[in-house]
């Protein structure tokens, strides 16, 4: 059996740049796109990576494919190093007008907690562990 060696997530954006501006303030450095296509990807703590396409980049290769109707059926958690940072975070990414459903709280698990959307709609955890 073939061993993994790496692992993308991809986001089928609607709007590549806006998404790209998002996962920049939460502090991603994403690179600028190429043309014509706008594919981009970023590499993500721990080694993994993170990439953006069109949806007409997507349709291209799947016609058969047809964006969801309603909000992506992924979730992104980003860890940061304190609570602090986390209420920061949050407070960074709404005031930049995006939408956060779950406003930062203790979890009973042991972290500080908080939702926001991406510009597409997928939920985009942030935590941090409540004693560091």
Known sequence: ?????????????????????????????????????????????????????????ITGMHPEWSPPDTAGRVALAFGLGSPTEVDAMFERLTTAGHPGPLPPYDAPWGQRYATVLDPDGNIVDLFAPLDG
């Open 1 to 57: 059996m073939a061993a993994l060696t790496s692992a993308v997530v991809q986001i089928f954006a609607k709007d590549v740049r806006r998404s790209i501006e998002f996962y920049r303030l939460l502090g991603l450095a994403v690179p600028e796109p190429g043309a014509p296509d706008p594919h981009v990807d970023v590499e993500l703590p721990g080694g993994n990576r993170l990439s953006f396409d069109a949806e007409e980049t």
